[in-house]
């Protein structure tokens, strides 16, 4: 078995020779002698700031889509400016080139597929009207499309967010 090397130091070196530099007292700022209002360190805003009339995105369940404070619990498509209700589709396999067509006639520069609760691909044939038309795809499951819609549209890009519901 071999043996251990050990360093010859003392507890009394080995806590001096390695200790952290004492960190510097806090001060606080120096107080005016005239009445100004106090001190206060900056504000971080971690909310989306909604500028416009741009749609927003707040809640996302299995059960339904909460845009703008309305909830919706048939699939629907989210653009910045509007919303389709009542869209056809229940899932992906009931979606055909007829859907993709009036989704690629929405004018958007990107178009979100939000498949349900899992993530499904679409037949590339399907796609061919978006494709066809320079028109970008993502497809992810509804949660993630509601979140990358907001992100997409707070950036003031044309995004278009098909979600389905199940």
Not at 78 to 87: A, K, N, T
Request: with cysteine; aromatic share 6%.
């Amino acid at each position: 078995m071999a043996a251990l090397h050990r360093l010859p130091h003392d507890a009394a070196s080995l806590k001096h020779s390695h200790a952290l530099p004492e960190p510097p007292a806090y001060r606080a700022p120096a107080r005016s002698r005239t009445r100004h209002a106090p001190h206060f360190p900056p504000i971080v805003k971690l909310h989306l700031d909604r500028a416009g009339a741009a749609n927003f995105i707040s809640a996302c369940e299995p059960e339904f889509i909460q845009v703008n404070q309305a909830r919706y619990t048939t699939s629907l498509i989210v653009l910045r400016e509007r919303i389709v209700e009542h869209w056809q589709p229940r899932s992906l396999a009931a979606m055909s080139a007829a859907d993709f067509d009036d989704l690629a006639g929405l004018g958007a520069e990107i178009v979100l597929l939000g498949t349900g609760r899992r993530l499904c691909f679409p037949h590339p044939r399907l796609t061919a009207p978006l494709m066809n038309r320079r028109i970008g795809l993502e497809v992810m499951d509804t949660g993630a499309a509601c979140r990358t819609y907001n992100i997409l549209s707070g950036e003031g890009r044309n995004v278009a967010a098909a979600l389905i519901i199940e």
